[in-house]
């Protein structure tokens, strides 16, 4: 596959996060957090079952033969799915976005300096570290210009007592 075509998938794929994101919050206010993350688990359970079904060619391993190391990694999508359901409708799609990125951008440049769950070691450069500091600026200007517009400022009841 052309890289350039391979970086816009990517791209897209992070577009749609932001989306799922999004919704995912609403629905975590109206039915709770761990119901929302559930209804996300098991459609997408659900629909890679019938697309390993269906589309999958045989592997060298399988599950149950793979390192259990690596199995682990299924649980931290789980961390994720709770923090972003409970922090979007908090600080906004956006900004909780950008968190994550900034998240994933430094453990990302900790597993590839130090060459981490057998990943090729790619050094720490300056430029690295200086795309971190731009995403943490930004992050920090993003969140510090919010406003809440004047259509999600809900008034508040008053109680009336007879």
Do not use: H
């Amino acid at each position: 596959m052309n890289l350039i075509l391979l970086l816009v998938l990517v791209v897209g794929a992070g577009a749609v996060l932001s989306v799922q994101a999004a919704i995912n919050g609403r629905l975590g206010e109206s039915v709770g957090v761990l119901r929302s993350s559930l209804l996300t688990f098991a459609v997408g359970a659900l629909i890679t079952g019938l697309l390993i079904v269906f589309f999958q060619p045989p592997q060298a391993m399988t599950l149950l033969q793979a390192p259990k190391w690596q199995l682990c990694g299924a649980l931290f999508g789980v961390v994720y799915m709770l923090v972003m359901v409970g922090a979007v409708p908090r600080v906004g799609t956006a900004v909780a976005t950008v968190a994550v990125i900034l998240g994933q951008l430094g453990m990302g440049m900790l597993i590839d300096n130090f060459g981490w769950f057998g990943n090729p070691a790619i050094e720490l450069s300056s430029n690295r570290l200086l795309a971190m500091l731009c995403l943490a600026l930004a992050l920090l200007f993003m969140y510090r210009s919010q406003k809440p517009s004047a259509a999600s400022r809900k008034p508040q009841a008053v109680s009336r007592k007879p």
